[in-house]
């Protein structure tokens, strides 16, 4: 009985919600679109010509946005554990990006367009209700995503990820000052007001750096 209480809460609440009744007006598969939207339009992230990789894509509404941002001389790979619908110029990748061989491909669709200029991620996981677990698994995916971005971006190129509050946020921020000149923190509209998601906006890849951080600031 609890559980559908809860379930029932969760519906009323995402059926009376403004941006999920936006997403479906303007055709994107889910809400989390408009925390995109509004990073890119702050710290202009996207742009015609770019090369994408996106993490955890799945149902598929940043990539969406990002294939209208970047237009038909953009390059767009979607990776994510679950099957996504496909979307025209988008090239898909099922796996988990923990997995070796799915960096690989990864790399394999850049093939000859090089490197990536951007590596977004919108990644969370299956909240249990246990801080201690939910902050760890979190931690997990965006570890997973510098993983990633480190491998296949160009130098100068950006990170998107989204992070959760806790004690591991100003570490994982340490980490990503390695690689990146700039990092920043945001918090969208978007997200739900209970929520402890933010984002973190790294810039200006310059690969590893031995261990000595080349951040330059990381005020929002």
Not at 103 to 127: C, F, T, W, Y
Not at 180 to 203: D, G, H
Not at 206 to 212: E, L, N, R, S
Request: hydrophobic share 40%; charged share 30%; glycine share 10%.
């Amino acid at each position: 009985m609890a559980k559908k209480h809860k379930r029932n809460h969760w519906l009323q609440r995402h059926t009376r919600d403004a941006y999920v009744r936006k997403a479906q007006a303007d055709g994107y598969r889910s809400r989390a679109v408009y925390k995109l939207i509004e990073i890119d339009q702050r710290d202009r992230l996207l742009r015609p010509g770019l090369t994408v990789v996106e993490l955890g894509a799945a149902p598929g509404s940043w990539s969406q946005y990002a294939r209208e941002r970047i237009g038909p001389g953009g390059t767009l790979i979607a990776v994510d554990v679950e099957e996504m619908m496909p979307i025209a110029g988008v090239t898909r990748v099922r796996g988990d990006i923990a997995d070796v061989a799915v960096k690989q491909r990864i790399i394999e669709h850049l093939g000859g367009r090089g490197r990536a200029d951007l590596v977004i991620s919108d990644m969370a996981p299956n909240i249990t209700g246990i801080r201690a677990l939910d902050q760890s698994r979190a931690l997990v995916l965006v570890e997973d995503s510098l993983t990633v971005a480190t491998a296949v971006l160009a130098p100068g190129g950006r990170l998107l990820v989204k992070l959760f509050e806790g004690e591991e946020v100003s570490g994982f921020r340490r980490r990503c000052a390695l690689y990146f000149k700039r990092c920043v923190i945001r918090k969208p509209a978007a997200s739900r007001a209970k929520s402890r998601e933010m984002y973190l906006v790294a810039n200006g890849f310059v690969g590893d750096t031995g261990g000595k951080a080349v951040v330059r600031g990381a005020k929002p």
